[in-house]
């Protein structure tokens, strides 16, 4: 029997890598570092960094009041508490191969299935990186998050933080847009879906799209009724409790 982290033959590089002229993301390093140093401020590099990507499972987390609890805090309070937060989270996406695209405030965003260079591929998928083995192993990074969560502390209150997480599986675009502070970023609908998973989530659950949900049949996914998403109306979700561990991909 597979370990839980077992579905992954090893552990993500976190080498750094340059980015050329004309680089796709296929090129970037599956750390997802980038050096714009000598890349031009030109159409033809946005052109060429611009890709399609199908099946991505996306992912958001964000701390449930977290508005209340910044306001109680002293500004480095906050700052250790988040530092320690997603340097957690930080180090979970490498043993995953988790993508980790960005934190927005106290939102953490990755994806699993992006064709990196040197991302492990796993599954008859006709040599690329199959959608059901990204999305079991988007779900195992998920309930890591939930349960490392226990062990952060909210300053002054001493209790653990709660967060609340969203997936789904579904196409993207990716590239990277203007010349300050430029960062390798996803677009589309899947995103402003995997964000609606997120939000109307519940705390210490892990809430999925019916999309996400009929790649992972076997996990004990309990029906929510459906949530109202803008442009959609109400889509089927499923929850999902981070108790029982993962079980791998065949």
């Known amino acids: 029997k597979k370990s839980e982290k077992g579905i992954l033959s090893s552990r993500s590089s976190s080498t750094s890598s340059e980015l050329s002229r004309a680089a796709p993301?296929?090129?970037?390093?599956?750390?997802g570092e980038l050096d714009f140093s000598e890349i031009c401020d030109c159409e033809s590099r946005v052109r060429s960094m611009a890709e399609h990507h199908e099946q991505v499972t996306?992912?958001?987390?964000?701390i449930v009041g977290f508005t209340a609890i910044s306001q109680s805090l002293t500004a480095p309070e906050v700052m250790i508490m988040l530092n320690d937060l997603f340097t957690r989270l930080d180090t979970a996406t490498d043993d995953w191969c988790i993508y980790k695209v960005e934190t927005i405030g106290d939102a953490y965003m990755c994806a699993a299935g992006l064709n990196l260079k040197g991302a492990i591929k796993k599954g008859d998928c006709d040599g690329q990186a199959c959608p059901r083995f990204w999305a079991q192993s988007m779900l195992g990074f998920a309930r890591e998050v939930v349960e490392m969560c226990g062990e952060v502390l909210v300053p002054r209150q001493n209790t653990p933080?709660?967060?609340?997480?969203?997936v789904h599986t579904g196409d993207v675009t990716t590239g990277v847009v203007g010349h300050k502070m430029p960062r390798?970023?996803?677009?589309?609908?899947?995103?402003?879906?995997a964000s609606r998973m997120e939000s109307t989530g519940k705390a210490g659950h892990i809430q999925a799209s019916e999309a996400t949900r009929d790649l992972l049949p076997q996990e004990d996914w309990?029906?929510?009724g459906g949530v109202e998403v803008k442009g959609k109306g109400t889509m089927e979700t499923f929850l999902l409790s981070a108790k029982r561990k993962t079980v791998a991909a065949e």
């Open 25 to 31: 993301i296929s090129q970037l390093s599956s750390s």
């Open 58 to 62: 996306v992912f958001f987390a964000d």
């Open 161 to 166: 933080v709660q967060i609340r997480i969203g």
């Open 184 to 193: 390798f970023c996803l677009f589309g609908d899947t995103v402003n879906v």
């Open 222 to 224: 309990v029906a929510t």
